[in-house]
């Protein structure tokens, strides 16, 4: 799968979104690929953290829209959601490298991120509603809690991008560089930690969440079912169909 490329050494995972000419936009075959990449990572006591990163220009363009309408995830069981599941439960840190547009599941699966390094260039959006369907990842439930209700409100009902700049001042990131040190500097900090005692790196990101886990199961299962649904109404016909075609969706009658 050259779509995500795999690198192990050090005891650090590195995933790399490798599909530039989309915009780095998942299909299923990557969500599968990078679910399964994460559970071996986790059952690998070799592998001490992990890390996620894209292009230079792009982290990712969110979910394949073509792709999504080929093969829409109807069931909990979908790649989409498989990886969802496995970055959330992750116990082991992870480091988000974050250049360029991160769009839809490109900005949600930062939630479930540790350490999150951004070009001046990344631009973070959720633009569920203007698709016709509703947040996925837990954001729902994560956006408000890490950004505040009224920054996450523009976020997910206008569906409006905010930048490196504002991600920082509301911590959903931890530092901004030049896009061409983003991908260098989240290695250097993958390296620090994995030179530290393991044990104590779970126990400190497990205290960090406590509380949350069956929270954010809950939400998560709740929006992919209802998000499945929501692709094969109307309104999400509409805006896919409009990407498709390269048009503005006309949502007047939805
Ligand atoms: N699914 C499928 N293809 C996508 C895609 C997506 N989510 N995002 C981009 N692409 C494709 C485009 O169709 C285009 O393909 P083509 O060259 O065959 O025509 C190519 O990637 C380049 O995209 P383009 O829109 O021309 O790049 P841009 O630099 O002008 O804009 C984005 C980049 C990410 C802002 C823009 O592509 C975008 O908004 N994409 C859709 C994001 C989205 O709604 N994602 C779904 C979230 S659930």
Do not use: W
Not at 41 to 68: P, Y
Not at 127 to 141: D, H, R, Y
Not at 168 to 182: D, H, N
């Amino acid at each position: 799968m050259t779509d995500i490329l795999i690198d192990h050494s050090a005891s650090i995972t590195t995933l790399t979104i490798n599909r530039v000419d989309k915009k780095n936009s998942f299909t299923a075959a990557m969500y599968s690929a990078m679910a399964d990449a994460l559970e071996q990572a986790q059952a690998d006591a070799a592998v001490r953290v992990v890390v996620l990163q894209g292009h230079e220009t792009v982290f990712s363009a969110g979910n394949d829209i073509a792709d999504f309408l080929k093969i829409p995830p109807t069931s909990l069981d979908a790649p989409v959601f498989r990886f969802m599941r496995a970055i959330s439960t992750f116990s082991k840190p992870v480091v988000a490298a974050v250049c360029g547009p991160a769009v839809g599941i490109g900005t949600t699966l930062l939630f479930h991120c540790d350490l999150i390094y951004a070009g001046d260039n990344a631009a973070f959006s959720m633009p569920f509603v203007n698709l016709g369907v509703c947040p996925e990842a837990a954001s729902s439930l994560l956006a408000p809690q890490r950004m505040g209700y009224g920054r996450a409100a523009e976020a997910l009902l206008l569906g409006e991008p905010f930048m490196a700049e504002a991600a920082l001042e509301m911590g959903l990131i931890s530092r901004i560089v030049p896009p061409a040190e983003v991908n260098a500097l989240a290695q250097r900090q993958a390296q620090k930690l994995a030179a530290k005692p393991g044990s104590s790196l779970l126990h400190t990101k497990r205290l960090m969440k406590q509380g949350q886990a069956s929270l954010v199961a809950q939400r998560m299962d709740e929006e992919a079912t209802l998000f499945g649904r929501m692709l094969s109404e109307p309104a999400a016909r509409e805006a896919f169909t409009a990407f498709m075609e390269k048009r503005k969706p006309d949502f007047s009658k939805f």
